[in-house]
């Protein structure tokens, strides 16, 4: 069981947008950064999103992420087969005192 | 180009020990607080610990706590986690990872991870 809660999988069609929800509380997101991360399938995790809305130097504008309250979402905009991935949004949480992940949500390009 | 490679994991016996190893270049490492996460087959990131750049801030998971231990040399640009006392939960794709900025909140390098397997 995560502390973060991830939908475990979403799917849409190329050309289209999706949106992955990331859900938590007030001593994780509700007052921490949020970060997301792209994990392709037998690789290590890539740095999409810091802070809960920025991107890393690389990163196509083609991925966004906001945050309101205790919750978090990640969009992507122009879906690519490409983008078939699983994608883990992540905080600290001052209660735990660690950095907790969600479940991770499973993208699939119909 | 940054790069942090991984080593050290293979299989090991329940209650067993390992060394891992996360060789860090293309960076001031010693610059960088650092930390271990891990992947079990199959499931979702799971953060391990945390060493400052210094080294003497050191957090970890209630999970691994009193059996890892993190660690670093500044002078060898090297991570490494002490793992004993190994148990099967610990079965899993070992990954070191920068820190990006200045709160333990985001992770912007990554190795390619090594796996561990506790089995007998």
């Known amino acids: 069981q995560s502390v973060l809660t991830q939908p475990p999988s979403v799917s849409a069609a190329p050309g289209q947008k999706v949106t992955i929800s990331c859900s938590g509380s007030?001593?994780?997101?509700?007052?921490?950064?949020v970060s997301w991360y792209q994990q392709l399938p037998g690789t290590a995790p890539k740095l999409l999103i810091y802070a809960n809305n920025k991107r890393p130097s690389g990163i196509p504008d083609r991925f966004s992420g906001s945050k309101s309250g205790t919750s978090a979402t990640l969009g992507i905009t122009g879906l690519q087969t490409g983008d078939e991935a699983d994608y883990f949004c992540g905080t600290w949480d001052n209660s735990l005192s660690a950095v907790v992940f969600g479940g991770g949500t499973k993208l699939t390009v119909l | 180009e940054v790069q942090l490679v991984e080593s050290g994991g293979g299989l090991v016996q329940p209650g067993g020990s390992l060394r891992l190893s996360c060789a860090a270049s293309g960076f001031t490492f010693s610059s960088y607080e650092m930390n271990w996460v891990r992947q079990a087959p199959g499931k979702g990131l799971e953060w391990v610990s945390y060493i400052s750049s210094t080294g003497y801030t050191i957090v970890y998971a209630d999970s691994v706590k009193g059996r890892l231990t993190i660690s670093r040399d500044n002078a060898k640009n090297s991570l490494y986690l002490q793992m004993n006392s190994l148990r099967a939960e610990d079965t899993a794709v070992y990954y070191c990872a920068r820190v990006w900025g200045t709160s333990n909140e985001a992770f912007d390098i990554w190795g390619q991870g090594t796996m561990v397997t506790v089995s007998s």
């Open positions: 007030s001593s994780n997101i509700g007052n921490n950064y």
